[in-house]
């Protein structure tokens, strides 16, 4: 019986392995869109779905370095580190999330505070770090905010704030609802100062972070499709026991109900900015 004898033939020549290897992880699949992207290209566009324009998640080194000229910045209060005062524990404890949070993001918390050149300006950037627990903003987010702005003061140096959370760390209880004043206080001066705070709010920006600082700007920013609100859709509809409007909370609703006062392209946004502050000061 001849069958028994026959050599079962590859399912793939070593060619075809061969090119499988060398394209995987190579492309990436667009969430809105659905077509493959090739991640340099992908890159190359500042993470913007060359097809439809979709606005992929860029952490918050990857956004300083859009931002300041050449890419080039100096980053500051980064010796800052939560104390786990309240000894949270839930499924995991929170010292543990902290450790683990920072093993992976390499940062000490979910902000980092930079100073650098934007269009040939000094200026100060904080970017929020998403991947950080949430981008949650406990004890530590809210000192690094008020650090930029007293640096802001005391060096006059116009300050911008990249927003990514889902708002404030509840690992840190009434300690991290105690930011949203204290951050909107900080604000206050830097208003009375008569020197400006820009707010960029990117996907997602929610919770205390959009209730306090993120909706403070001198000028609101939006990036477009970014989810922008204080409480989730799904709660809101048990609330108030009504369907929500389509594109409810997407940046695009917000500027139309006054919310926000501009969308802006993350490939012309650093423009938009040098050209924000040369309007703001002289």
């Known amino acids: 019986m001849t069958w028994f004898k026959r050599e079962m033939s590859p399912l793939a020549s070593p060619k075809e392995e061969e090119k499988t290897v060398r394209t995987e992880g190579l492309f990436i699949k667009c969430d809105n869109c659905r077509a493959a992207i090739w991640k340099k290209d992908l890159e190359a566009n500042e993470k913007v779905c060359p097809k439809c324009n979709f606005h992929f998640k860029v952490n918050a080194r990857e956004r300083l370095q859009m931002l300041f000229d ?35 993001t390499g940062l000490n918390d979910a902000m980092i505070n ?5 269009g040939g300006r000094p200026s100060l950037i904080s970017a929020m770090e998403y991947t950080f627990i949430g981008g949650s903003m406990g004890s530590i987010v809210g000192e690094m905010v008020t650090l930029a702005v007293e640096k802001a003061l005391h060096d006059r140096l116009p300050l911008i704030i990249v927003s990514a959370s889902g708002g404030a760390r509840m690992h840190e209880g009434a300690l991290s609802l105690m930011q949203m004043g204290k951050v909107s206080a900080a604000l206050a001066r830097l208003d009375e100062a008569r020197m400006p705070f820009i707010s960029v709010l990117t996907d997602p920006t929610t919770g205390g972070v959009t209730a306090s600082y993120a909706m403070l700007g001198d000028l609101n920013i939006g990036e477009p499709g970014a989810l922008i609100g204080f409480a989730g859709p799904r709660v809101i509809e048990q609330t108030i026991r009504q369907k929500l409007p389509k594109g409810f909370q997407r940046s695009e609703f917000l500027l139309q109900h006054g919310m926000l006062d501009a969308i802006v392209d993350r490939r012309n946004l650093r423009n938009y900015l040098i050209n924000a502050l040369n309007f703001f000061l002289p």
């Open 70 to 104: 050449d890419g080039k910045y100096d980053i500051l209060h980064n010796n800052i580190i939560s104390p786990d005062p309240l000894k949270f524990v839930d499924r995991q404890p929170y010292a543990e999330k902290l450790v683990s949070a920072r093993r992976s």
């Open 114 to 118: 930079a100073e650098g050149k934007l």
